[in-house]
Each structure stands twice: as C-alpha cells, then as structure tokens.
C-alpha cells in the first residue's frame, strides 16, 4: 500500500469536520479545482453547498484563510493542532497570553 493511500484510509476513518478536512485541503494545496467547493464536489459523496460555505465562512471567522480562501499563517498553524479549529486559535491565543494551563483545562473539558 502507498504511503498516499495510508493517508486517505487515514482521513476516510477518522471522524474530522469540514472545516478541518478543508484547511487540509488548502495546506496540501489539491489541485483538484479552483475553489475549497469545487474539491468537495468532485468527491464521491460531496456535502451540501451551504456546509461548504458554512465550513468556509467558519475558517475565515477564525482567520485560517483570508475571503479569497487563502492559507495565513494562523491557518498553517491550526492545521498542525489536533483539534477543532476554534479550540486551537483559543490555545494559540492562551500561549500568546501566557494563560496555557487553565486553557488546557477548559480545552480538555470542551473537547471531550
């Protein structure tokens, strides 16, 4: 099995949201269309229209992508956390505040 299969495996049985599967989208750059929509709609079982933009809109709320869904460096680094894109702009943001511990804390409980 190629290394590029494991991947997809990987992602196809994990339980991700969308809008975590389309920052990886734009962290290994598919090339697969000209927009964040137009990767989804060439999958086998793509999502609704309105989930897409949701996802979008969410990324761009938290700026992992800029309004022409351009990477930013918030998005490189968000991409790299194991986690919900809001919980890890909330732990970013407790580093940056130098308050990780009760972020943890408070990251843990929300995320379980």
């Known amino acids: 099995m190629r290394i590029c299969d494991k991947a997809r495996l990987s992602i ?3 339980n991700i949201s969308l809008s ?3 920052l990886r989208i734009k962290i290994l750059k598919v090339n697969l269309g000209s927009s964040i929509e137009d990767v989804f709609n ?10 897409v933009q949701r996802a979008i809109s969410t990324l761009v709320e938290v700026q992992a ?10 998005g ?6 194991p986690t919900d894109v809001h919980l890890g702009k909330f732990l970013l ?7 990780l511990d009760p972020a ?5 409980t929300l995320n379980s």
């Open 12 to 14: 196809a049985n994990s």
């Open 20 to 22: 975590d599967l389309a």
């Open 42 to 51: 060439r999958s086998l079982d793509p999502p609704s229209s309105i989930n």
């Open 65 to 74: 992508l800029t309004s022409s869904e351009e990477i930013t460096p918030m």
């Open 76 to 81: 490189r680094l968000l991409s790299k956390l």
């Open 93 to 99: 943001l407790a580093v940056l505040f130098k308050c």
């Open 104 to 108: 943890l804390t408070i990251a843990a």
